[in-house]
Nanobody, 120 residues
Framework: QVLLVESGGGLVQPGGSLRLSCAYS???????????VGWYRQAAGKQRELVAR???????NYADSVKGRFTISRDNAENTVYLEMNSLKSEDTAVYYC???????????WGQGTQVTVSS
């Protein structure tokens, strides 16, 4: 019903930038015009944490650790949500996942994740 595919991860030096993409598809999106999408990350040995979220009406919120450096956006025509990451730090190293919350009752769907490594 829902497929989320992340891309754009890789190895980048501290201070560098990356743009992650989350392409979503499936029948449910034909029925629901608005839904929330979030980017999460999980570093080795740590719990998964919310990085940024964008609601169906375009409202956004960010983790304190990424405010001013990361920007979440969505292109509904392309069925894609982006995470622009600037001024990357070693502590941003993690697997990044996108999550979509959609349907009645609401259900969470996850992508497979994309690795981001910040290292010199």
């Amino acid at each position: 019903q829902v497929l989320l595919v992340e891309s754009g991860g890789g190895l980048v030096q501290p201070g560098g930038s990356l743009r992650l993409s989350c392409a979503y598809s499936g029948k449910l999106f034909s029925f629901y015009a608005t839904f929330d999408v979030g980017w999460y990350r999980q570093a080795a040995g740590k719990q998964r944490e919310l990085v940024a979220r964008i609601t169906g009406d375009g409202s956004t919120n960010y983790a304190d650790s990424v405010k001013g450096r990361f920007t979440i956006s969505r292109d509904n025509a392309e069925n894609t949500v982006y995470l622009e990451m600037n001024s990357l730090k070693s502590e941003d190293t993690a697997v990044y996942y996108c999550k979509c919350t959609i349907g009645i009752p609401l259900k969470d769907y996850w992508g497979q994740g994309t690795q981001v490594t910040v290292s010199s």
